[in-house]
């Protein structure tokens, strides 16, 4: 599995998160006046901060070194009313989320 494929969430300033089968899945569902506006933050899999950019029509995500897995967790868990993982890892509650054979293939979270 290389980087590009590991499930990531993305949570906007509504509060309202969506889990991708990859970055790239994410990339071309998001749409760049939001990114510009600055109206997304997210995590993949392994607790990384994403680097969610735009230039021109173009949206790019990319995973950071930044560690941020139990920010991530406590941000998945409040945007699902979760009141705990329940012993899931990070990636399986964000691969639980993903809606199997769609494309992009992502949940909308609430």
Request: aromatic fraction near 8%; proline fraction near 3%.
């Given at each position: 599995?290389?980087?590009?494929?590991?499930?990531?969430?993305?949570?906007?300033?509504?509060?309202?998160?969506?889990?991708?089968?990859?970055?790239?899945?994410?990339?071309?569902?998001?749409?760049?006046?939001?990114?510009?506006?600055?109206?997304?933050?997210?995590?993949?899999?392994?607790?990384?901060?994403?680097?969610?950019?735009?230039?021109?029509?173009?949206?790019?995500?990319?995973?950071?070194?930044?560690?941020?897995?139990?920010?991530a967790v406590a941000d998945l868990?409040?945007?699902?009313?979760?009141?705990?993982?329940?012993?899931?890892?990070?990636?399986?509650?964000?691969?639980?989320?993903?809606?199997?054979?769609?494309?992009?293939?992502?949940?909308?979270?609430?």
């Amino acid at each position: 599995m290389t980087a590009r494929d590991i499930p990531v969430v993305v949570v906007d300033t509504d509060a309202e998160a969506f889990a991708f089968a990859s970055a790239d899945l994410a990339a071309q569902w998001l749409e760049a006046t939001d990114v510009v506006d600055g109206e997304f933050h997210g995590y993949d899999a392994l607790g990384n901060v994403l680097e969610i950019t735009a230039r021109g029509e173009d949206v790019f995500v990319a995973s950071t070194d930044d560690n941020a897995y139990d920010a991530a967790v406590a941000d998945l868990q409040r945007v699902t009313s979760r009141n705990r993982v329940s012993g899931e890892s990070l990636d399986e509650m964000i691969r639980s989320l993903i809606v199997p054979h769609r494309t992009p293939l992502f949940r909308r979270l609430r």
